[in-house]
């Protein structure tokens, strides 16, 4: 029985979630003033937090729209072939960057504004840990793989 399911339209679909999360972010931060004002008077949270917020978002959007358009220059590569090179451990370093930017963004925002971003910068310092070891296997290897292209 042929197996439906392979690698390539694993990398596909991942790329296409990708492309969606893309514009997702996209339009989230245009309609960031709405966003904001629903915020606060749906939390009842002070007016004053409203400015702060909606900063907090926009700097967040730039790291969110980086680390996509990343992450998918990185599925292009990986779905080309190209895994252990160079690139893809500089991506996997930015993306974690983008990471540790959004824990620092939304970490002050949790403990002073609204408790549930403290939650956001836990998950994204997590993450950040996460693609960081990936990164340290990708640079092993890619290490490895050029030890190996100068022996033969």
Same mark, same amino acid.
């Given at each position: 029985?042929?197996?439906?399911?392979?690698? +390539?339209?694993?990398?596909?679909?991942?790329?296409?979630? &990708?492309?969606?999360?893309?514009?997702?972010?996209?339009?989230?931060?245009?309609?960031?003033?709405?966003? $904001?004002?629903?915020?606060?008077?749906?939390?009842?949270?002070?007016?004053?937090?409203?400015?702060?917020?909606?900063?907090?978002?926009?700097?967040?959007? /730039?790291?969110?729209? $980086?680390? =996509?358009?990343?992450?998918?220059?990185?599925?292009?590569?990986?779905?080309?072939? %190209?895994?252990? &090179?160079?690139?893809? &451990?500089?991506? =996997? *370093?930015?993306?974690?960057?983008?990471? /540790?930017?959004?824990?620092?963004?939304?970490?002050?925002?949790?403990?002073?504004?609204?408790?549930?971003?403290?939650?956001?910068? $836990?998950?994204?310092?997590?993450?950040?840990?996460?693609? *960081? &070891?990936?990164?340290?296997?990708? %640079?092993?290897?890619? +290490?490895?793989?050029?030890?190996?292209?100068?022996? /033969?």
């Amino acid at each position: 029985m042929k197996n439906l399911w392979d690698d +390539r339209k694993s990398i596909t679909l991942t790329r296409i979630v &990708v492309a969606l999360a893309i514009a997702g972010s996209i339009i989230m931060t245009v309609c960031g003033p709405r966003l $904001v004002r629903w915020m606060v008077t749906a939390h009842t949270l002070p007016t004053a937090s409203g400015p702060v917020l909606l900063g907090m978002g926009y700097l967040c959007a /730039v790291l969110a729209l $980086v680390m =996509l358009c990343t992450l998918y220059r990185f599925l292009r590569r990986i779905e080309q072939g %190209e895994i252990f &090179v160079a690139r893809n &451990v500089a991506a =996997l *370093r930015s993306i974690s960057w983008c990471c /540790v930017g959004a824990a620092f963004i939304c970490l002050p925002a949790g403990v002073f504004i609204y408790l549930p971003f403290a939650f956001l910068a $836990v998950a994204a310092g997590f993450m950040a840990l996460i693609v *960081r &070891v990936l990164k340290n296997a990708f %640079e092993q290897a890619v +290490r490895m793989k050029d030890e190996l292209d100068y022996t /033969v």
